[in-house]
């Protein structure tokens, strides 16, 4: 630059000739003035490839007056590799299944990983033939009409309830009281064949096993015949 200045300028000192600024005139300079304290050793190439960042947080940060240094993380270097995660810890490891409820929201659902439970026993529904719903069974209970086929209630102990096994002419015994229920076998909602099963017998039991809501009391108390009484003794 000084010699292309100096070729369009003859008049102009050299750089030698111009040991300070003060003598180059006022509108030309040929360099930097000179900086105090910088050595002109070549340092300024090196300055010029330092590429390494400026420490962050600074040195005089408030993050770095902090007194647990551990939480600031550490600043690597081009030619520092980053360590390696920390092993997992493999106590608390499951097979994909989450342990607690603070698991990860994309852990598979606990209800996904176990199989439905099935239910005890399947109960089948029964097609009641038309006008046999619950309502014409009340209405046909309500309407006057002998259902008992008996002109008195009676004490029946267990060797005659037997006799009445039929479909058309079928007694049972329910907490103590015996019915007729061949009027009810059309209109039961678990059908004819179930019901048939306690023909003649004790259905206590078995109807508080199926359904103890039921209140067979009020259902059949026009069917009423009599009650059950222990078998008379032979001697
Ligand atoms: C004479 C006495 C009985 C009466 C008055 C009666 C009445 C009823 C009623 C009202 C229901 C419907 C219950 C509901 O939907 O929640 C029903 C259902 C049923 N009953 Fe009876 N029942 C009698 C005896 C029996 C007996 C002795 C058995 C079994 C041997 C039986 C087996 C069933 C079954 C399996 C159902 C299920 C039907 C379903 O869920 O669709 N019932 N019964």
């Known amino acids: 630059m000084a010699s292309f200045l100096r070729s369009w300028l003859p008049s102009l000192p050299t750089a030698s000739a111009a040991q300070s600024s003060d003598d180059a005139p006022d509108n030309i300079r040929i360099s ?16 010029e490839t330092d590429d390494s960042p400026p420490a962050f947080p600074s040195l005089n940060s408030a993050q770095r007056m902090q007194t647990d240094t551990s939480s ?38 606990p209800t996904t990983t176990k199989p439905p439970v099935k ?36 004490r029946i102990p267990p060797s005659v309830l037997k006799q009445h096994n ?12 015996v019915y007729n229920i ?9 059908g004819e064949k179930e019901l048939m099963r306690v023909a003649g017998r004790d259905g206590t039991k078995l109807f508080a096993l199926t359904h103890a809501w039921v ?8 069917c009423l015949v009599g009650f059950l009484v222990p078998e008379p003794s032979t001697s």
């Open 72 to 109: 600031i993380p550490k600043i690597l270097m081009d030619n520092q590799r980053m360590p390696p995660p920390p092993a997992p810890n493999l106590l608390n490891r499951t097979l994909g299944v989450p342990t607690t409820s603070r698991a990860g929201g994309l852990a598979v659902p």
């Open 215 to 222: 209140n067979a009391d009020f259902m059949l108390d026009s």
């Open 166 to 177: 039929t479909r058309d002419d079928a007694w049972s015994a329910f907490n103590g009281k």
């Open 182 to 190: 061949t009027p009810y076998l059309p209109f039961h909602p678990g």
């Open 32 to 47: 930097p003035p000179p900086v105090e304290g910088d050595d002109d050793d070549g340092s300024e190439t090196e300055k």
């Open 119 to 154: 239910p005890s026993k399947k109960r089948e529904k029964v097609a009641l033939a038309p006008g046999h719903s619950p309502l014409d069974w009340a209405a046909l209970k309500s309407s006057g009409t002998d259902l008992r086929g008996v002109d008195t209630l009676m």
